[in-house]
Structure formats: structure tokens, C-alpha cells
């Protein structure tokens, strides 16, 4: 790996940690249990379209599970993993579909699936299929959050896309 590309993914993966830790100190959006921005994502669109998959893959991983080591608890840490890695992969496919334009529709997609991989994990930790009743809540923040963290995605590659290259 080059030097310049090891340097910054490993800015990115602290920016994602930080952004992670600032929103987690934030009040809530809503009276919603678990409805967030979601403002790390913005680092994983930004790697999408500017790097790869695996690129923002590693770095999703490495935000993670330094997050749930400094902030959370070993039960955040699969549900944290089984949102991001199925958000990571719908939004590859999105990005893939659409040419890598269009980052606000790759977010909504994004924002929608993590919702619904926490919710599996949700249901493979309990048994429960009542945890299924809270996906009409979550189906438009998910959306609408992903909307809002594809379009700061998208100016914030535009003032990075000089220094990619």
C-alpha cells in the first residue's frame, strides 16, 4: 500500500471515529431510540466514491471496533457490525448502479439498510419478531438521515477530490 493511501485511510478512520464519538454526545434527533444521523457514514461515501470498497470497508471495520472498544459494549458491537457491513454493501451496489453519481440516493439506500441490519441482528439475538414493528419508524429516518449524510458526503468530496490523486 502506498504511503499517501496508507495516510489517508488512516486519517479517515480517525475522522470516522471522531465524527462517531461527537454524535454519540449529541442529544437525541428524536424521542426514537436508535434513530441517529449516522454522520460517520459520510467518511464510508466519501471512500466508496473516491477509493474502494475494500478501502472503506477496512476502514468501516477499524471505526467499529475501536468504537465499541472506547464507547460501547460487546451487544453494540454486533449490531454496529450487522448495520455497517450491510449498509457498506447496499451502498456499493448503489454506487456501482448509479456511476458513482447521485451520492444522496447511495446514502438514502445506505441509511435504509443499516436500519434493517440492525434490525436482523436485532431478531437473531431475540427470537422476537416484534422488533420488525419498529421498521416503519425506522424506514424514513433511515432515508432521510442517509439523504442529508450523501449530500455532506458529496461537498466534502469536492473540496478532498484535488488531493486524492
Known amino acids: 500500500m502506498r504511503t499517501k493511501k496508507l495516510t489517508f485511510l488512516a486519517l ?6 471522531a465524527i462517531y464519538a461527537a ?3 449529541l442529544p437525541p434527533l428524536a424521542p426514537i431510540p436508535g434513530l441517529k444521523l449516522g454522520l460517520a457514514n459520510i467518511i464510508t461515501l466519501v471512500l466508496l466514491r473516491h ?3 475494500r478501502d472503506a470497508l ?7 471496533l475501536l468504537s465499541a472498544l472506547l464507547f460501547g459494549q460487546a451487544l453494540s458491537l454486533l449490531y454496529s457490525l450487522a448495520g455497517g457491513l450491510f449498509s457498506l454493501l447496499v451502498m456499493a451496489l448503489t454506487m456501482k448502479l448509479l456511476q458513482k453519481k447521485f451520492l444522496f440516493l447511495t446514502g438514502a439506500t445506505g441509511g435504509l439498510a443499516h436500519n434493517i441490519g440492525q ?3 436485532a431478531f437473531a439475538v431475540t427470537s422476537a419478531p416484534g422488533v420488525f414493528a419498529y421498521l416503519p419508524v425506522l424506514i424514513p429516518g433511515g432515508i432521510l438521515t442517509g439523504i442529508f449524510t450523501g449530500f455532506c458526503a458529496g ?3 469536492k473540496y478532498l477530490s484535488p488531493h486524492f490523486s
Open 12 to 17: 479517515f478512520t480517525t475522522l470516522s471515529l
Open 23 to 25: 454524535e454519540s454526545a
Open 51 to 53: 477509493f474502494s470498497v
Open 58 to 64: 477496512l476502514v468501516l471495520l477499524a471505526r467499529i
Open 119 to 121: 434490525l436482523l441482528m
Open 155 to 157: 461537498l466534502l468530496g
